[in-house]
């Protein structure tokens, strides 16, 4: 469990999510695997900065060899590794 980086500025947002995960969320905190609804939600966000930023990097890598990464390779990549896709088109 992460606890909510204090040394940075903070900004009200609101989301919208399906009410069962909602609920899982409020769960995991109460039981104490999380500070609060934002810090699960921060920590989730800050996971998925750091998977696109590797993405990024690893395709500038590819172009810089002249291949392009395309949603056939990202999809092989997902079957090999057990992940499913995430809904974003092209990743």
């Excluded at 390779?73 to 079957?79: G, K, L, M, N």
Aim: aromatic share 4%.
């Amino acid at each position: 469990m992460r606890e909510m980086r204090r040394d940075v500025p903070k900004e009200r947002v609101t989301v919208t999510m399906p009410a069962d995960e909602a609920a899982a969320v409020r769960r995991v905190v109460d039981a104490g695997g999380a500070e609060s609804v934002s810090a699960y939600v921060a920590e989730a966000v800050r996971g998925r900065l750091a998977r696109d930023r590797a993405l990024a990097a690893l395709t500038e890598l590819y172009a810089e060899r002249g291949v392009r990464l395309g949603p056939e390779h990202h999809a092989w990549a997902r079957e090999v590794l057990g992940v499913a896709a995430r809904g974003r088109a092209g990743s």
